[in-house]
Each structure stands twice: as structure tokens, then as C-alpha cells.
């Protein structure tokens, strides 16, 4: 409930404030953000924040919820999956959740797989690069059909 409900707050700060307004700005194009009176180092510091505060609280999850205790190196790569997620979302809060699930299952599904059927992990990695390539491909042909004019 609580990313569900962090999707929420993050949609409605980037979409119906101004300060997502800017944020959306300096992601956009930076420099066209500044020429607009728009102050980057301030967006920047608040969107570092507020990621670091949202990854924290991940973290805080998965040692209390999920392992109980803290153990050292528990994350197998997560701020990776979490880019893959983000580009796969679309860096847009509520596809990031979509991708996020999807993400999810495919790392679940392929656990179990590896544990009761003998598939390799290796498996599982090919699938989520193939989701990737798949959503990315769409916009490398484009550009470079650009760079081919």
C-alpha cells in the first residue's frame, strides 16, 4: 500500500504543482529550464532528495519486512533493476508501478523456475534484457532513421 500510495503523491507533485512543473523542466532540457528563471541546482537538490528519501524507504521495507534483520549486501542490484524499471515505465510514476510488477514477477517467476524446474537464473536475466531491448528499440530506430536524413 505504501507505493501505491508514493505513485499517488509523486503523480500529483509532478502533474498539478509547480514545483513538478520545474522538475519536469530541468529533466526535459536543463538549459532551456535556467533560461526560463527556472533554478536548476535547487530541482536538482529536491529531486535527489526526494528519490533518496523514497529509496531509503525501500530499503527500510525489505530489512524489516521481508529479512528482519539487517544483512549486509542484501541488494542483488536493485538500483539497476529500478533504471530498467524506470525506462520501461517510461519515467512516468504509474507505468514505473506497471513495470515495477512486471519486473517482480518476472525476478519471482524466475526463482522459482530455477528452484523447481533446474531453468538457469541466466534465463530470467535474458527475458528482463529482452523487455528492455523491446521498449528501447522503438525509439534507437527512430533516431537513427534521423541521423540517416
Request: proline share 3%; net charge positive.
Amino acid at each position: 500500500y505504501i507505493a501505491v500510495a508514493l505513485v499517488a503523491v509523486i503523480w500529483f507533485l509532478l502533474k498539478r504543482t509547480i514545483l513538478g512543473y520545474e522538475l519536469r523542466a530541468i529533466g526535459f532540457n536543463p538549459t532551456a529550464a535556467e533560461n526560463a528563471g527556472i533554478k536548476i541546482n535547487r530541482g536538482v537538490i529536491i529531486s535527489l532528495v526526494i528519490s533518496g528519501a523514497i529509496a531509503g524507504l525501500g530499503g527500510a521495507v525489505e530489512i524489516m519486512g521481508v529479512h528482519k534483520r539487517f544483512i549486509d549486501g542484501f541488494s542483488p542490484g536493485y538500483g539497476w533493476d529500478g533504471l530498467a524499471v524506470a525506462l520501461v515505465g517510461g519515467l512516468n510514476p504509474v507505468g514505473s508501478m506497471l513495470a515495477s510488477i512486471l519486473f517482480g514477477a518476472l525476478r519471482s517467476g524466475g526463482m522459482i523456475m530455477a528452484r523447481s524446474a533446474g531453468v538457469p537464473l541466466y534465463i530470467n536475466i535474458l527475458l528482463q534484457g529482452l523487455v528492455i531491448l523491446f521498449v528501447a528499440a522503438p525509439a534507437l530506430i527512430r533516431s537513427l532513421l534521423r541521423r540517416r536524413r
